[in-house]
């Protein structure tokens, strides 16, 4: 019987005793000099990320947008690979969602990997061969932590309520198959905690936290549900060590320690307030 995502989330998260997501944001442009002459640069540089971090890692979160070549999606499957082969779980972030036959084939990105985050524009159906992969874990858009997020996400609706309070409830009646999340940045503290109050069950993958400045404790308190979540910092980790050259990894090693250090410490006073 295959274990449902949240269920081996659970467990990694308890086995390690942290909470991280890494980011890997494979940005071609920064990766060290010395790596730029590998055959594949993007896997040599995560493979030296995942060496250094995964035993603070909960979860690596790879974006898609920086691995859309024939060259990128080499170098991903071998991340993928290679993370699983640590026991780590994959949460791939292309932000997917289309229409019948389209979203269908989209949903195959599962296949590789353990979660995946969708778009929740287009309605359940756009979704739905996402949430039908029970064993996999999916996360729903709801509250982005960039800038023009409150374009669209802070409209009111006719009801009263905010359109991401109507995101977050449809998540959660959606979540059949008890494999739904929402991404929820840490940017925006007050409404982390109000998503929280409206849904207690929902695990939320918590951005923001690092490069953007976001509220770790705000993300550590409303982020979780019953222990369960995760808080992603990426260029805050991967390039911590920039301009260390070839001792890049060592400074992201370190960069994921201090995360998981910082944020465990709102985990014990969350777990104490429960």
Not at 106 to 127: C, F, H
Request: aromatic residues 8%; proline residues 4%.
């Amino acid at each position: 019987m295959t274990t449902a995502f949240f269920d081996r989330l659970a467990d990694r998260i308890e086995r390690v005793d942290s909470v991280v997501s890494v980011g890997l944001d494979a940005d071609r442009s920064r990766i060290p000099e010395h790596l730029q002459e590998k055959d594949l640069p993007q896997w040599a540089f995560n493979r030296r990320i995942i060496d250094a971090t995964h035993e603070y890692a909960a979860c690596y979160k790879p974006n898609a947008a920086f691995y859309e070549d024939a060259d990128g999606w080499r170098s991903l499957r071998e991340t993928v690979a290679y993370a699983h082969g640590k026991d780590v779980p994959v949460l791939l972030d292309a932000k997917r969602a289309d229409i019948g036959n389209t979203t269908r084939q989209y949903a195959k990105l599962l296949d590789e990997v353990d979660a995946i985050t969708v778009n929740p524009y287009m309605g359940r159906d756009s979704l739905q061969p996402f949430l039908d992969r029970s064993a996999k874990g999916v996360f729903v858009l709801c509250r982005t932590s960039n800038p023009g997020g409150e374009d669209l996400q802070d409209l009111e609706l006719e009801s009263g309520e905010r359109l991401y309070e109507r995101v977050a409830a449809l998540a959660d009646l959606w979540n059949q198959h008890g494999n739904v999340g929402l991404v929820v940045g840490a940017t925006a503290p007050e409404e982390l905690e109000s998503i929280r109050e409206q849904v207690p069950d929902l695990p939320f993958l918590v951005p923001g936290i690092g490069a953007q400045g976001g509220d770790a404790e705000a993300a550590v308190e409303f982020g979780l549900a019953d222990g369960i979540g995760l808080v992603n910092s990426s260029r805050g980790i991967i390039f911590a060590g920039e301009d260390r050259g070839e001792n890049f990894a060592g400074a992201a090693g370190d960069a994921a320690r201090r995360l998981k250090r910082r944020l465990n410490q709102y985990r014990g006073a969350a777990d104490a307030d429960g």
